[in-house]
């Protein structure tokens, strides 16, 4: 039985986010790993004292204690991570759903100086339909720390994308007001794989809370049926 790990984005809860994703893989007969990061699953607060290279410990973790063969699939800040997994552990694929390699915000890479003084972050708009938004399980606000650790880890994939040697689906969210295109479009260009897949969805950076849920959830696990039967 393949493996898959699931990893959520910042300030994202660690399971209901991914929405329809798990279900429809363990239906296909994998084995799916979602590991809460730490400060997730929680509250806000308790992300403030958490570093990037904690997420990435946990991560590598969950990801080692999967079956073989197995492969990594992240939303946003888990698309960062599911990354560095795919260049540092050998994955046999990578799936990156909206990755954050740049925020929209210009003063998000601000933060790691700004967040002595500007301590809270509002959550971003991430889902587009009203309705599904205010029932979205994620933290209403960021501690701002931890954007400045978001940046941080920003700066430590961006090197290692070409060193990712594994099939790759890249997934851009087209109504992200999270993100800017020019980050997914530069995670993507920056693949060192040889087979590299881009597709992109109306819909706005929480791709599987959205009204497309359902079809992503299914486009991927159709993709990642294709790369690494279960």
């Given at each position: 039985?393949?493996?898959?790990?699931?990893?959520h984005g910042l300030s994202s809860h660690p399971v209901l986010t991914l929405g329809p994703l798990p279900g429809a893989l363990r239906a296909a007969g994998y084995a799916v790993a979602?590991?809460?990061?730490p400060g997730h699953g929680t509250r806000p607060e308790d992300l403030r004292g958490v570093g990037w290279r904690d997420w990435y410990g946990k991560?590598?973790?969950?990801?080692r204690a999967l079956p073989e063969p197995k492969?990594?699939?992240?939303?946003?800040?888990?698309?960062?991570?599911?990354?560095?997994?795919?260049?540092?552990?050998g994955a046999s694929f990578l799936v990156a759903l909206a990755p954050a390699l740049v925020l929209r915000n210009p003063l998000a890479g601000l933060a790691p100086y700004l967040h002595p003084l500007i301590p809270k972050a509002p959550r971003t708009r991430s889902v587009s339909d009203a309705k599904r938004r205010r029932a979205s399980p994620n933290y209403p606000w960021i501690p701002t720390s931890a954007v400045a650790e978001l940046v941080r880890l920003q700066k430590a994939v961006d090197p290692l994308l070409p060193k990712v040697q594994a099939p790759a689906l890249v997934?851009?969210?087209?109504?992200d007001t999270t993100l800017s295109p020019k980050g997914v479009k530069r995670f993507y260009e920056r693949l060192g794989s040889e087979r590299k897949d881009l597709v992109a969805y109306e819909s706005e950076h929480d791709l599987?809370?959205?009204?497309k849920a359902e079809e992503v959830a299914r486009d991927v696990a159709l993709w990642i049926r294709g790369v690494l039967p279960p």
């Open positions: 039985m393949a493996g898959v790990l699931l990893l979602q590991p809460a990061l991560a590598l973790e969950a990801y492969g990594v699939v992240g939303l946003s800040m888990g698309a960062l991570l599911a990354a560095m997994l795919a260049a540092e552990e997934v851009q969210a087209l109504g599987l809370l959205d009204l």
